[in-house]
C-alpha cells in the first residue's frame, strides 16, 4: 500500500496571504505512461470532496488560477496564492497510481 | 447535470447487512469505473472498493475484502455496496464517486451515513 503523507495538518491563514501543503507518497507515484497520478480535493464545510488539481499541476474545470500544484516523483504541494474565505476547508492529497489512497487532510481556516 | 445519489445508509448492529446504492445520472454510467469511499466520524478519507466498467474487476480496501461486495448495474446506471459483517469500525458517511480516470474522482455523491452500534 502507497502511504500519503501530508504536512501541517492545520494550517491558520490571514486572507490574501499565501498557503502551502506539503504530500508526501512512501513511493514513487511516477506511471510507464509518463503520468503523475497525484490529486488534492478540497472537502469545504459540510460537503462532499471536490477535485481541485489532477495529475500534480492541472486544475480541474471552474478552479480558480490561485491554486496550483507541483511536485514529481514522491514529493508534491498544493500553494494557494492568495487565500480568500472560500478556500476554508480540509484539503486532501490522493495517489491514484495502485488503487487509491489519501493522506490525513490539511485543515486550512481562516485568521 | 452530472449527478450521483447515494442511498441505504442507517442504523445497523454488529455482524448485520446492509445494502448501499448510488444512483447515477446525466452521464454514460457504463463508460466509467466507479469507487465507494467512506470517511469515519472527524476522520480522513478511504477507498472502500472500486469496479471496472462491466463489473468484470473489483478491488477492495483489506479492511472490507471478504466483507463487502461491490456491483453494478449498467442498464439501471447504479452502483451497489454489499455490506455484511459489520463492525463498529465500519460506522462512516459513504460517498460513491465517478472515476474519470485512475483516481480523477468527480462527481461524489453527497454521502449515506453508515453506523453500526447496539
Known amino acids: 500500500e502507497i502511504v500519503m503523507t501530508q504536512t501541517p495538518l492545520s494550517l491558520s491563514v490571514t486572507p490574501g496571504q499565501p498557503a502551502s501543503i506539503s504530500c508526501k507518497s512512501s513511493?514513487?507515484?511516477?506511471?510507464?505512461?509518463?503520468?503523475?497520478?497525484l490529486y488534492w480535493y478540497l472537502q469545504k464545510p459540510g460537503q462532499s470532496p471536490q477535485l481541485l488539481i489532477y495529475e500534480v499541476s492541472s486544475r480541474f474545470s471552474g478552479v480558480p488560477d490561485r491554486f496550483s500544484g507541483s511536485g514529481s516523483g514522491t514529493d508534491f504541494t498544493l500553494k494557494i496564492s492568495r487565500v480568500e474565505a472560500e478556500d476554508v476547508g480540509v484539503y486532501h492529497c490522493m495517489q491514484g497510481l495502485h488503487l487509491r489512497t489519501f493522506g490525513q487532510g490539511t485543515r486550512v481556516e481562516i485568521k | 447535470e452530472v449527478q450521483l445519489v447515494e442511498s441505504g445508509g442507517g442504523l445497523v448492529q454488529p455482524g448485520g447487512s446492509l445494502r448501499l446504492s448510488c444512483a447515477a445520472s446525466?452521464?454514460?454510467?457504463?463508460?466509467?469505473?466507479m469507487d465507494w469511499v467512506r470517511q469515519a466520524p472527524g476522520k480522513g478519507l478511504e477507498l472502500v472498493a472500486i469496479?471496472?466498467?462491466?463489473?468484470?474487476?473489483?478491488y477492495y480496501v483489506d479492511s472490507v475484502r471478504g466483507r463487502f461486495t461491490i456491483s453494478r448495474d449498467n442498464a439501471k446506471k447504479s452502483l451497489y455496496l454489499e455490506m455484511s459483517s459489520l463492525r463498529a469500525e465500519d460506522t462512516a458517511l459513504y460517498y460513491c464517486?465517478?472515476?474519470?480516470?485512475?483516481?480523477?474522482?468527480?462527481?461524489w455523491g453527497q454521502g449515506t451515513l453508515v453506523t453500526v452500534s447496539s
Open positions: 469496479i471496472n466498467q462491466d463489473g468484470s474487476e473489483k
Open positions: 446525466g452521464f454514460t454510467f457504463s463508460s466509467f469505473w
Open positions: 464517486a465517478r472515476d474519470i480516470m485512475w483516481g480523477r474522482f468527480d462527481p
Open positions: 513511493q514513487s507515484l511516477l506511471h510507464s505512461d509518463g503520468k503523475t497520478y
